[in-house]
C-alpha cells in the first residue's frame, strides 16, 4: 500500500479574498505532483450559493481530472440552505469509499447556517458500524471539516464539533489512522495514540491568521510510515512536518510519531521572496514581506 493524498479544505469560492492566482497555483501544483488521492475537507463556498457552487464544482471537476476526489462540506456550504446543491453538484455529504488498500470514510460536520459543527448520533453509529468492517489490513481515514482537538494560534476556541468526544472515542476505538479536517484556516498536525489528527489551512484565500500564509497538505502514506508536508500556495514550498513510524506489535500496529516544527509556525520563505510574491501580496493587502522583515 503506497498513496500520495492531497489534503485541501477552506477554498471558499465567493469569498472577497479568494485569489484566482491561488487556485491556478494550486491546480498547477497538483497537477506536477501527480497524486493517488485528492480530499477536500470542507469550505467549498462563501456563503453556499448556488453560482459559488458552480465554480467550485468546475474546480473539483478539473482535481477529479488529475486523480480521485473525497468532498465534504463545511459549515459555509450548509449557509443559506447551501446543501442542496452540495447533493446535487459536488455528492452525498456522507460516504465510505474504498482506494486500494484504504477506505475513506466522509463526515458531515456541517449545520444550516451556524458556524458550530455536530456529527449526529445517526452519523456515529454509521461511522461505528462501518469501522467495524474494514478488514484489519486496511488503512482508515477518516474526513470531516471541523476541527476535535484545539488548534494553536487561532484565538479563543470556538466551532469545535459539539460531540467531539463521543466521535473521538470511536476513531480510537475502532483505531483509525488519520483524521483529516480543516476550518480554521491554520494548518495543524497532532497525534494521539495512533491516529494522526491534521487539519488544512486555507488554500485559496487570503483569510488566514496572523502571520498565517494560504496553504495545504501532502501525505505520503505506505506499510512503514506517513510523512506530512505542509505545501504554500504562493509558491509551492514544501516543508516536512511530521513523521509517523508504524510498528507491528502483539496488540496491533503502534505509530511512532515525530513532529519537526509546528505546522502553523512554518513560513513559505527561507529566503526573501521573488519581487513577482511581493507585488501579489501587496495587491491582497498584505505584505508578508514586511512580516518577513519583522522577524
Ligand atoms: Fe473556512
Ligand atoms: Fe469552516
Not at 459559488?52 to 477529479?64: Q, R, S, T
Not at 470556538?158 to 468526544?165: P, V
Request: with cysteine; glycine share 8%.
Amino acid at each position: 500500500m503506497e498513496a500520495k493524498i492531497i489534503h485541501i479544505s477552506d477554498v471558499h469560492f465567493g469569498d472577497p479574498t479568494f485569489s484566482d492566482n491561488l487556485k491556478f497555483n494550486i491546480l498547477s501544483q497538483i497537477q506536477d505532483n501527480n497524486p493517488d488521492m485528492i480530499i477536500f475537507a470542507g469550505d467549498l463556498t462563501y456563503n453556499g450559493h448556488l453560482n459559488e457552487y458552480d465554480n467550485a464544482n468546475e474546480f473539483i471537476d478539473e482535481l477529479k481530472s488529475i486523480a480521485e476526489v473525497h468532498v465534504v462540506p463545511g459549515n459555509h456550504d450548509a449557509r443559506n440552505v447551501g446543501l442542496v446543491h452540495f447533493e446535487n453538484l459536488i455528492g452525498k455529504p456522507i460516504f465510505k469509499r474504498k482506494s486500494g488498500k484504504i477506505v475513506i470514510l466522509g463526515l458531515d460536520s456541517a449545520r444550516e447556517d451556524i458556524n458550530d459543527g455536530n456529527i449526529g448520533p445517526f452519523q456515529l453509529q454509521w461511522l461505528k458500524s462501518e469501522l467495524e468492517k474494514v478488514p484489519k489490513n486496511f488503512g482508515k481515514i477518516v474526513v470531516l471539516h471541523h476541527h476535535l482537538i484545539p488548534i494553536p494560534q487561532t484565538g479563543r476556541e470556538r466551532n469545535i464539533l459539539l460531540d467531539c468526544g463521543d466521535l473521538l472515542q470511536i476513531l480510537q476505538d475502532h483505531h483509525v489512522d488519520l483524521v483529516l479536517g480543516g476550518h480554521k484556516h491554520v494548518p495543524n498536525v497532532v497525534t494521539l495514540e495512533n491516529m494522526a489528527i491534521i487539519n488544512s489551512g486555507t488554500a485559496t484565500t487570503r483569510r488566514v491568521r496572523g502571520n498565517g500564509h494560504p496553504c495545504y497538505s501532502e501525505l505520503i502514506l505506505n506499510e512503514e510510515e506517513l510523512n506530512a508536508y505542509i505545501v504554500f500556495t504562493e509558491n509551492g514550498a514544501k516543508k516536512l512536518v511530521a513523521k509517523y513510524i508504524f510498528e507491528e506489535t502483539d496488540k496491533g500496529v503502534k505509530m511512532h510519531s515525530h513532529k519537526y516544527e509546528a505546522a502553523y509556525r512554518i513560513r513559505p520563505y527561507n529566503q526573501f521572496p521573488s519581487f513577482q510574491d511581493i507585488i501579489a501580496q501587496i495587491i491582497c493587502g498584505k505584505s508578508h514581506f514586511i512580516n518577513l522583515l519583522k522577524n
